[in-house]
């Protein structure tokens, strides 16, 4: 069974940087691994829905974004070490909420499934 | 971008009964619509993918249909465990989105 895992999240100031990771685990079956599966940053902010920032296809090659983040945040992985990575810089208030990553469901179909437990990004002075 | 609007944003029944949720796309996805659950403190789980295929493990009281514009999650009969926000999710055109969520709640 495939468990994700996200850290690095925390308070930070208006115009700072933090690095959120995400391992995962259970990569063990049919030779299946995680560079088969794109992965994908969502986030919620408290009380609203569900956001789509950030998809990686598995290889790394190819990257995609949302609008409100694109040029401040940078997806990357590390298959050697089964490692999903958000660097997100130039932080505004508004970034403030739970940060998810998800691993595709089935190969190639960019839907998520599972997920991790997220982890808090608040953006505040 | 294409917009998906969920309606209506609380649906209240009662255990037992249906649940019709609707998911309408400002453009067509053709079929590339999943919907999700999600319940209070928990991570998203994929329910339904392609329109009307169920997840590993989602149980047959769980369906979806439609196409193009017009998508609906029914689950024929309410459990307790059904009660929670229901989210859809195109992957027809980037940036991916997801519309805004039905909660259905215990009447």
């Known amino acids: 069974e495939v468990q994700l895992l996200e850290s690095g999240g925390g308070l930070v100031q208006p115009g700072g940087s933090l690095r959120l990771s995400c391992a995962a685990s259970g990569f063990t079956f049919n030779s299946v691994t995680f560079s088969s599966y794109a992965m994908t940053w969502v986030r919620q902010a408290p009380g609203k829905g569900l956001e789509w920032v950030s998809a990686?296809?598995?290889?790394?090659?190819?990257?995609y974004y949302a609008d409100s983040v694109k040029g401040r945040f940078t997806i990357s992985r590390d298959n050697s070490k089964n490692m999903l990575y958000l660097q997100m810089n130039s932080l505004r208030a508004e970034d403030t909420a739970l940060y998810y990553c998800?691993?595709?469901?089935?190969?190639?179909?960019?839907?998520?499934?599972?997920w991790g437990q997220g982890t808090l990004v608040t953006v505040s002075s | 971008e294409i917009v998906l609007t969920q309606s209506p944003v609380t649906l209240s029944l009662s255990p037992g009964e249906r649940a019709t949720l609707s998911c309408r796309a400002s453009?067509?996805?053709?079929?590339?619509l999943a919907w999700y659950q999600q319940k209070p403190g928990q991570a998203p789980r994929l329910l339904i993918y392609?329109?009307?295929n169920r997840a590993t493990g989602i149980p047959a009281r769980f369906s979806g249909s439609g196409s193009a514009t017009d998508f609906t999650l029914t689950i024929s009969s309410l459990e307790p465990e059904d009660f929670a926000v229901y989210y859809c999710?195109?992957?027809?055109?980037?940036?991916?989105?997801f519309g805004g969520g039905t909660k259905v709640e215990i009447k």
């Open positions: 392609d329109t009307s």
């Open positions: 453009q067509s996805v053709s079929s590339y």
């Open positions: 999710q195109q992957r027809s055109n980037w940036p991916l989105t």
């Open positions: 990686i296809t598995g290889s790394g090659g190819t990257t």
């Open positions: 998800a691993k595709e469901f089935l190969s190639t179909n960019y839907w998520f499934d599972p």
